[in-house]
């Protein structure tokens, strides 16, 4: 900046010069404040909450499989169809009070017992492969490790793997304590665990799940800014120009200033919903329901040594329809492919510059498609984790407001959660 | 003194009386700061307790560059608001001013400085809007047109005239107050 002298002298006169103001404009201004300690907490409660709604809902999802085991559990046990239901019976007491289980659970394991009895020539047949399967107990301890790739947040976790790790102590114990006596009792809850992880598949279940879900990249962008034509016709641009004869315009000519650009970061979308599942086929299942979607996105225009920064969110509800095919199971292990559609509902958008809310129109209504392959492994029989990493693609919804699905609506994203299977 | 430091670690410890002490070591500053865009009084009470509300529940996003920085922050967002307030109301650029001779410049050593924001205050609003961002504000000319949404041209012409209109004025003053 040049400045003359003059000017620079006013500058140096007048630049920290104070003029009283109104005695009563702080009464106004305080009254117009919110409380202070409100405003803090709120501040920093907003911006962390998406991640721990999804934690919450995680463990919220834990205490409904282990409150729908329990339910179970009290439920009578009268044939081998409701299998799946009471082995499992084990797990979720054991939490409680794990001291005086191994006694409880003798009279427990005995009515199963007779049932079981008759079908012997099946127990044996398939005792050889149980053998494996009780030496297998780093199977069940694996549990924690894999859990820890799959579930979106620390709490779920360590719930999960620590809901699982008992469980794994559980089967582990009796075997240990009551060795004699129990072995063949220990080895038909195996060989029932294993029907029980069997069963179900056949396709006669629903499925209730919770999930998070994260693009896997930022994405960012620079800009260069046009002169205006105006501007640009200001200057003689035709003597700069090669050719001759033609007038240069600047309408035919993009003139970027120097020194100013705008910058785009849009962060990586994050969802979180809850979907139901129904069965179609012993391979074949739908899916729906809600998600919600948070999309960030910064605008900073510089000028300069001058920056203007814009914050936008823009949240989404929207509705998932998917269809998923079962490849392949082993054990409690299941892979799978999810194909669908999704349709996603603007509820809300904001702007703010320098912390004061701008107006901004809502987005339209924005349809994906998506196809994902998915690896379920069942921690339990009823409770499954699972991970999608996916690709999705998001139509141009003709809206003027720019958002990641604008500049990349081919992404890679990944969707964790948890799936309760409900047998019918 | 509570360096701007000190003030910022308070009021992001929650105490309320900081916002207070933040208040009554910029408001002085501000309120020179808005008469120099809005000379009516009444008007720039307006402008200035919408400022201070803007700062005070924004402080918390306020990025802390250095002693100054708050200062700078709080004049920022006054000349901001005053700038949008005259919008409102349809704010104009025209030439009022013929084009003359330069003349001498008038030596602002020995006027009083309220009797300097006082003439400011009187050139008309466009050449004043102009006028401020230039000299106190420090933005370039191009940073003036971006913000009013006028042409570089336009901005440096505007600051011109009101330059040369407010040195006419200062050259009044002088000469009135020598023939006290």
């Known amino acids: 900046m040049n400045k003359d002298k003059w000017t620079q002298q006013l500058h140096d006169k007048l630049a920290d010069r104070e003029v009283a103001a109104p005695d009563d404009l702080w009464a106004d201004i305080e009254a117009a404040l919110p409380e202070a300690p409100k405003e803090k907490g709120t501040k920093k409660s ?56 191994a006694e409880r659970l003798q009279p427990e394991a005995e009515p199963t017992l007779p049932e079981l009895e008759t079908p012997q020539p099946n127990t044996k047949a398939l005792l050889s492969s149980v053998k494996p399967i009780s030496s297998e107990a780093p199977h069940s301890s694996e549990t924690p490790v894999l859990s820890d790739k799959l579930v979106p947040a620390e709490t779920s976790q360590e719930s999960s793997s620590s809901q699982a790790s008992e469980s794994v102590s559980e089967t582990a114990n009796p075997t240990d304590e009551t060795k004699e006596e129990k072995s063949a009792d220990v080895t ?15 396709g006669e279940q629903a499925a209730l799940s919770l999930y998070a879900s994260n693009g896997l990249s930022d994405q960012q962008k620079v800009y260069g800014v046009r002169m205006s034509d105006e501007m640009a016709e200001r200057y003689d641009l035709s003597q700069y120009m090669p050719v001759s004869g033609a007038r240069t315009r600047a309408a035919a000519n993009t003139i970027y200033l120097v020194g100013y650009e705008e910058r785009q970061k849009h962060y990586q979308p994050l969802s979180f919903g809850l979907s139901v599942g129904y069965p179609l086929s012993s391979r074949l299942s739908l899916s729906t329901g809600l998600v919600y979607t948070r999309l960030r996105s910064d605008f900073t225009s510089v000028m300069n040594d001058m920056s203007i920064l814009r914050q936008q969110t823009l949240h989404y509800l929207g509705i998932p329809l998917n269809a998923q095919y079962h490849l392949w199971h082993s054990g409690s292990l299941n892979v799978y492919l999810s194909m669908g559609a999704e349709a996603d509902y603007n509820i809300k958008a904001r702007m703010v510059s320098k912390g004061v809310e701008q107006q901004m129109d809502r987005d339209h209504w924005q349809f994906s498609m998506q196809g994902a392959v998915g690896i379920q492994y069942d921690v339990l029989p009823q409770l499954g984790l699972y991970a999608e990493p996916g690709v999705k693609y998001y139509f141009d919804n003709g809206s003027s407001v720019r958002n990641f699905f604008k500049d990349k609506p081919l992404n890679l994203n990944l969707q964790v959660g948890l799936r309760l299977n409900i047998t019918k | 003194m509570e360096t701007e430091r000190q003030l910022l670690d308070s009021i992001s410890g929650g105490e309320r009386a900081a916002l207070r002490r933040l208040y009554d070591r910029y408001s002085g500053y501000a309120m020179a700061i808005g008469l120099r865009y809005i000379p009516d009084g009444d008007e720039v009470r307006d402008v200035l307790q919408d400022s201070f509300v803007k700062i005070l529940t924004n402080i918390g996003r306020f990025d802390y560059r250095g002693e100054g920085s708050l200062k700078s922050w709080v004049s920022r967002i006054v000349a901001n608001q005053a700038i949008d307030y005259l919008k409102h109301k349809h704010l104009q650029f025209t030439d009022v001013v013929p084009d003359s001779a330069d003349e001498d410049e008038p030596d602002v050593g020995e006027i009083p400085p309220d009797i300097l924001d006082g003439l400011i205050g009187q050139l008309p609003t466009g050449y004043r809007v102009v006028f401020n961002l230039f000299v106190f504000e420090q933005l370039s000319h191009r940073e003036i047109a971006q913000r009013l949404g006028i042409t570089e041209g336009t901005s440096s012409s505007q600051f011109f005239r009101a330059r040369r209109m407010l040195q006419r004025m200062i050259r009044d003053y002088i000469s009135k107050q020598q023939r006290i």
């Open chain 1, 188 to 202: 038909i809850r195996q060989l029932e665990t294993q029907i029980a992880l069997l069963t179900p598949k056949s």
């Open chain 1, 46 to 101: 907003l911006m962390i909450p998406l991640r721990r709604w999804a934690v919450a809902a995680s463990v919220a999802a834990l205490l409904t499989g282990g409150g729908y085991l329990w339910w179970k559990a009290d439920q009578p046990k009268p044939n081998g169809q409701e299998l799946a239901a009471t082995t499992t019976v084990f797990t979720p007491q054991k939490p409680e009070s794990p001291q005086p289980e």
